[in-house]
């Protein structure tokens, strides 16, 4: 009897402890998705020191990776984890989110402040095409520019409006545009795993119109509220 009641207590402990880190990355990535969002509300609610309105509503993709931090620049390592998502390709509204990395770059990550958010608007579709790919170097498969702070773009430079793809940071409540070239975005399959069970590529979430998690409704929300109309041909 004691046998058996000693195996099933392994049993469980060993279920409990094979459970724990699938719970565990489930609220890693659903906490993320929240703190994406929250980086997006951020933005849209300071029109006159954040992202122009106008290049979200053309933008054909957004990249959010949230909580940045200052040392894993310093000391060259991944530079964090975010999302893509892209415009839906029945016309309106957005994707699910897709996971991507961002690894490498130059001195221009070393900014200021604890931690640093990074959002990139994809205005072309040719950054779109790229942003699919497995991996790509911003500034070298795609070019990338310094986005402009405000209410509207209609400051923007040459380089600005011919860019792929504009990038923001966002450090202590500040936004400015940031150069990330050099640096690499490559999609995370594990990380699309701890969202929908499977190691999808972010292809087929963008494209093939996979169905998003509720841990993903607040940033769908923001998104379609402020730029629900389908993106314009650049």
């Known amino acids: 009897m ?33 703190d994406a969002a929250a980086v997006l509300s951020a933005t849209m609610s300071a029109p006159d020191k954040g992202i122009p309105q106008d290049l979200l509503q053309k933008a054909h993709c957004i990249v959010i990776v ?40 130059s001195v221009g990550f070393q900014i200021g402040g604890s931690s640093t958010d990074l959002i990139m608007l994809v205005m072309t579709e040719r950054g779109a095409q790229k942003l699919l790919e497995s991996k790509f170097t911003l500034g070298g498969d795609a070019t990338v520019a310094a986005g402009p702070v405000g209410r509207s773009a209609t400051a ?11 990038s923001w940071s966002r450090s202590q409540g500040l936004f400015a545009g940031i150069a990330l070239t050099g640096a690499t975005l490559r999609e995370d399959l594990d990380g699309n795993a701890e969202i929908y069970g499977k190691k999808l590529s972010n292809r087929d979430i963008v494209m093939n119109g996979v169905r998003p998690t509720r841990a993903a409704g607040k940033l769908l929300e923001l998104l379609n509220r402020h730029s629900a109309a389908e993106a314009k041909p650049q």
């Open 156 to 166: 923007q430079t040459d380089v600005q409006m011919g860019a792929d793809i504009l």
């Open 66 to 105: 949230p909580d940045l931090k200052t040392a894993a620049f310093i000391v060259g390592g991944k530079y964090g984890i975010g999302y893509m998502l892209c415009r839906s390709q029945k016309g309106s509204g957005w994707s699910a989110p897709a996971t991507v990395r961002i690894e490498g770059g």
């Open 2 to 34: 004691r046998w058996i009641l000693a195996t099933v207590a392994t049993i469980a402990i060993a279920t409990t402890a094979a459970i724990s880190p699938v719970r565990a990355a489930g609220n890693d990535s659903t906490r993320r998705l929240n």
